[in-house]
């Protein structure tokens, strides 16, 4: 495909144009996380005024279909009416105690009724909270300092996160934001994903000092990855064999990708796991669970120390367990089907059937229009990278044709379809799409490709 100027620039309306100029006097960047600053298509934001169902609106009154929803919460689409009328009705009796409230025991019934692996889980505000304390947790329990992560893995941003790939292959990390101490990264190990090899070599040689595995548990921030097969089993073994906890970070595919995440999918059994984004229903949320023995380690019972001002709040409890109910049915609230059962029709079973619909007709129209593509994709989760090559790991994703992403979206945010302004980002399908609206959207997209 030849490139031309058929694209118009970068644009967006005159309101969200003088907004953004204010927000920029009083906030860094105008934003409040970078990644809404549209600096990786070159752009500014809109803003929003509304949203409803699949559909936002901006602040000069334009709508668009939404493929981000706030970045994985909105499973449900904006605004559904299950939550907010029950944010409504739960706020007139209180909005934070910071005292125990029944939500939060019916909220850790429900997760560790619907994830095996999860005995006792602990609630917390944000995904970063989750994977921050699950990594204190597991230190404080192996007595061991060192952790691995995986380059292009994102487990939110505590400094012990917060770190890159060093030079050499066993090297320590490097950090990934001014501000880490040296000292801080030394103590994250980063290996490439989807690299049995170089996971076995570290392990050789320092399994003995190593905490804790953190993984996605199918990455979905630096593209949407899949791991080879046996390549999860491995990271289950490896930490087994040498004294080492496995943590899935499932803050993003929890409870997205059917009621047990990636670990029920794949069947596997990791020591802690986190969660965040869906179980708050759209507010903030985090969580941290797995294994008693583990988790009976943490304040008040043991001496791992976290804590939580609004932690457990009845609002976020209550808007997660209505967004969970309206997943999976009430019957399965607190319950899990028995092993091998059947479950009925549910809203991963519909999401899964709108994921699909939109993949073939995704697929055939790249082929159709002859563009180079490889599309990744599970569930109500979706990325479509303009590669020829296979996606495997995070040095695969950097290889994708930046500037033909660029058009693209502004091709589409254009024409009333919004994507994430990055193509490093993955995007979701909710219960609030419709199949015409997948189409409507994939017409779009072949209207666009046709100008590249
Ligand atoms: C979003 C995300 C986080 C961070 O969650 P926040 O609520 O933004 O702090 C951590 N891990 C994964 C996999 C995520 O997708």
């Known amino acids: 495909m030849q490139p031309t100027d058929a694209i118009a620039a ?52 334009k709508t668009y279909i939404d493929y981000i929803g706030s970045w994985g919460p909105n499973i449900l689409g904006h605004a559904p009416v299950a939550i ?66 995986f380059d292009g893995c994102y487990h939110g941003h505590s400094d012990s996160l917060l770190v ?25 190990l980063v290996l490439p994903y989807n690299d049995p090899a170089a996971l076995e070599h570290l392990f050789a040689t320092r399994g003995e000092q190593i905490a804790a595995i953190i993984v996605e548990s199918y990455p979905a921030n630096a593209g949407l990855v899949f791991p080879q097969p046996g390549y999860l089993d491995l990271l289950v073994s490896i930490t ?24 029920g999918i794949e069947n596997l059994t990791p020591d802690l796991s986190c969660f965040g984004k869906v179980i708050g229903g759209g507010l903030p949320v985090g969580a941290f669970g797995g294994r008693a023995d583990v988790m009976d380690l943490l304040a008040p019972l043991g001496p791992v120390y976290q804590a939580g001002t609004l932690s457990g709040n ?24 028995a092993a091998g059962a059947d479950t009925p029709p ?59 992403f660029k058009k693209f979206f502004w091709g589409c945010l254009d024409k009333g379809i919004y994507l994430a302004p990055s193509p490093y980002e993955t995007g979701f399908i909710s219960l609030a799409h419709s199949e015409a609206d997948l189409d409507d959207t994939l017409t779009v997209f072949g209207e666009v490709l046709t100008k590249i």
Not at 111 to 134: D, F, L, Y
Request: proline content about 5%.
């Open 314 to 337: 009845p609002l976020a409890m209550a808007a997660g367990l209505a967004q969970l109910k309206e997943l999976a049915g009430t019957a399965y609230l607190q319950t899990r089907p």
């Open 10 to 61: 970068p644009r967006c309306g005159a309101l969200s144009k003088k907004l953004f100029a204010v927000a920029k006097e009083f906030i860094p960047g105008g934003v409040n996380s970078p990644v809404r600053a549209f600096r990786n298509v070159g752009g500014e934001p809109f803003f929003v005024r509304r949203a409803a169902g699949c559909r936002i609106e901006d602040i000069d009154g």
């Open 164 to 188: 890159a790939a060093g030079s050499g292959a066993l090297t320590h990390g490097e950090p990934d934001s001014a501000g880490v101490p040296r000292a801080f990264a030394e103590k994250t």
């Open 240 to 263: 087994r064999n040498y004294g080492a906890l496995l943590i899935f970070d499932e803050v993003m595919t929890g409870f997205r990708l059917g009621m047990a995440g990636v670990q």
């Open 346 to 404: 549910n809203g991963y079973t519909r999401l899964d059937q709108l994921g699909a619909h939109f993949e073939s007709g995704l697929r055939a129209l790249l082929t159709e229009k002859g563009v180079p593509h490889r599309l990744n994709r599970v569930g109500s989760m979706f990325c479509l990278f303009f590669a020829d090559r296979d996606i495997i790991n995070v040095s695969d994703v950097m290889k994708q044709d930046l500037e033909f």
């Open 84 to 149: 907010t009328n029950i944010i409504h009705e739960v706020a007139k009796s209180g909005i934070s105690f910071g005292i125990p409230n029944p939500f939060e025991v019916e909220m850790a019934r429900t997760i560790c009724g619907w994830v095996p692996s999860v005995e006792k889980v602990r609630m917390c505000n944000s995904g970063t909270e989750a994977t921050m304390s699950a990594i204190r947790l597991a230190r404080g329990f192996t007595r061991r300092d060192l952790i691995v992560k």
